[in-house]
């Protein structure tokens, strides 16, 4: 009974920013190395950003580099995206993820074995 409950999207501004959370239950947390994916209309998923599972290592898409920080915290076993600066382009639902394969690459959403509902995020103008 694995469960990923994103929270914290909503509607902002350009140029706003946001943090969303998600708690996760019935894992070993310690032993995920977690993710952020998000997916647009009409556009693929793709990665966002992703932290290993001691939270020394990070790593952050292009398109989002310099605008957000990953971080988590394994004794709430929960996860965070802090975005700011968004742009419209932002605009999709975010979901979490969780990766037990141990792997130096993040992008690969085949590593992600359990995944969350979603979230939405509207930046608007």
């Known amino acids: 009974q694995v469960q990923l409950v994103e929270s914290g999207g909503g509607l902002v501004q350009v140029g706003g920013s946001l943090r969303l959370s998600c708690a996760a239950s019935?894992?070993?947390?310690?032993?995920?190395?977690m993710g952020w994916f998000r997916q647009a209309p009409g556009k693929e998923r793709e990665s966002v950003a992703a932290i290993s599972r001691s939270g020394r290592h990070t790593y952050d898409a292009d398109s989002v580099k310099g605008r957000v920080t990953i971080s988590r915290d394994n004794a709430k076993n929960t996860v965070y995206l802090q975005m700011h600066s968004l742009k419209p382009e932002d605009t999709a639902v975010y979901y979490c993820a969780a990766d037990p394969s141990g792997s130096d690459y993040y992008t690969r959403e085949y590593d992600y074995v359990y995944w969350g509902q979603g979230t939405q995020v509207t930046v608007s103008s």
């Open positions: 019935g894992l070993t947390f310690s032993s995920y190395a």
